[in-house]
């Protein structure tokens, strides 16, 4: 199946950090964070042999951690809610950690991928369950080896800091400082965008009309609110 893909912006980071707010914050509390830095411990991903087989196909997804959030934080950041953080944690693999994180009135979303170190922005092509496929009998969601994110876009910059040529911010207090202290308290919570006309304008990133209806009308939400305990295997974590 052919692919269209569209190149919206381009950014390299050293035009992108001069207006990106994680790197123009003020620097708070430089002595926590020195402390913070010691005493961090990078969540581990679980190995390849710790997950179920597939029935039917390979997973072959691979887990890129290509931006400096996730080079410390990893897709397994969230851990201390945990009826919400499995969820939190798989949603990280096309969400950048910034659209929750970083709420603010004027932001825009877009589709990005990080390219080397530049943050790419995708106007169109086969994204993470962006569409519908039908395979044989069966009917599967397409775009599952895409390495593009849904980003906030904050003064035609994508919200995000591609690792390449950036590895010394994380050994940086000051920087480490300027980055949190540039995330907002209020963070986005499932029904934000699970609804109709959330925060995500899910037709405008390019999902299709069946697949906009399942995630506005999403169950797992629902079960969530309505069961107060709710059991995963290890695996997930």
């Not at 851990?79 to 929750?100: E, Q, R």
């Not at 969601?141 to 906030?152: E, H, M, N, V, W």
Request: with cysteine; net charge positive.
């Amino acid at each position: 199946m052919k692919r269209l893909i569209l190149a919206l912006f381009v950014l390299p980071i050293a035009v992108q950090g001069a207006e990106n707010p994680l790197l123009s914050a003020p620097a708070k509390d430089i002595s926590k964070w020195e402390n913070k830095l010691k005493e961090f411990e990078r969540p581990e991903l679980p190995r390849k042999e710790g997950y179920p087989r597939p029935f039917h196909l390979p997973n072959g997804y691979k887990y890129s951690l290509d931006d400096v959030c996730l080079a410390c934080h990893t897709f397994a950041a969230h851990k201390k809610d945990k009826k919400y953080a499995p969820f939190y944690n798989a949603h990280g693999t096309f969400l950048s950690c910034t659209t929750c994180h970083f709420v603010k009135s004027g932001l825009s979303y877009s589709w990005v991928e990080i390219d080397g170190d530049r943050a790419v922005g995708k106007e169109g092509g086969d994204f993470y369950g962006l569409r519908y496929i039908r395979n044989g009998n069966r009917v599967i969601l397409s775009g599952g080896d895409s390495r593009a994110r849904i980003t906030p876009v904050y003064d035609g910059a994508p919200l995000v800091i591609p690792l390449k040529g950036n590895e010394s911010l994380l050994k940086d207090v000051k920087a480490v400082s300027k980055m949190h202290s540039a995330l907002t308290e209020k963070v986005l919570k499932c029904e934000d965008c699970h609804r109709e006309k959330g925060v995500l304008d899910f037709r405008a990133l390019g999902f299709s009309d069946e697949r906009v209806k399942d995630l506005e009308e999403n169950e797992v939400v629902k079960g969530l609110k309505e069961y107060k305990t709710i059991h995963f295997p290890k695996f997930i974590w």
